[in-house]
T-cell receptor, first 114, second 112 residues
């Protein structure tokens, strides 16, 4: 099955700087790559996703990049704020419809220092 | 919309006892997933159903774990003869389209 590696596992940045999280996957059939944010005591929530027909997607301060050849994708948070402090999980899926399972990376604990 | 509802929120069992976890997906969602979350392993896929039918249980420890979805409004995850290593947060999620998973708050299982 699919394997997703996520690095770094811990990331500390200064408020206002950028934070980058990198993921790699193994299955070339994967075509959907979401990112979930999990705040302490909360459930994971989708924050942004990208499909294999795109290389870049941006929603406000969130940018995701996808390199299909290298089987890598990344999340970049620009102008980080303390509220961005959370666990972040990348995931990959090989189906583009409801019901396909997501394989998650190990997670990145992001801390934004004021 | 109350979101995905999981009960109980916390469950404490003794080693060797049985634990049943409940999930009510978002109404109208066609797929239900079970994941297990631990600090060491992260988010591990266990099993999922689509339109109530079991599709993939490749993540389930075969001997003691079982999952059912008897109707479209709820799913259960049963762990027999619980062991300390089963301690984790068990997350249920449902989805309607395009792979977006909506997670419940989870059930924290502690096996003493």
């Amino acid at each position: 099955g699919e394997q997703v590696e996520q690095l770094p596992s811990i990331l500390r940045v200064q408020e206002g700087s950028s934070a980058s999280i990198n993921c790699s996957y193994e299955d070339s059939a994967s075509n959907y790559f979401p990112w979930y944010k999990q705040e302490p005591g909360e459930n994971p929530k989708l924050i942004i996703d990208i499909r294999s027909n795109m290389e870049r997607k941006q929603i406000q301060e969130l940018i995701v990049l996808l390199d299909k050849k290298a089987k890598r994708f990344s999340l970049h948070i620009t102008d980080t704020q303390p509220g961005d402090s959370a666990m972040y999980f990348c995931a990959a899926s090989d189906r583009n419809n409801a019901g396909a399972k997501l394989t998650f990376g190990g997670g990145t604990r992001l801390t934004v220092r004021p | 919309n109350a979101g995905v509802i999981q009960t109980p929120r916390h469950k404490v069992t003794g080693k060797g006892q049985e634990a049943t976890l409940w999930c009510e997906p978002i109404s109208g969602h066609s797929a239900v997933f079970w994941y297990r979350q631990t600090i060491v392993q992260g988010l591990e896929f266990l099993t999922y159903f689509r339109n109530q039918a079991p599709i993939d249980d490749s993540g389930m420890p075969k001997e003691r774990f079982s999952a059912q979805m008897p109707n479209q409004s709820h799913s259960t995850l049963k762990i027999q003869s619980t062991q300390p290593q089963d301690s984790a947060v068990y997350l249920c999620a449902s989805s309607l389209r395009q792979n977006t998973l909506y997670f419940g708050a989870g059930t924290r299982l502690s096996v003493l």
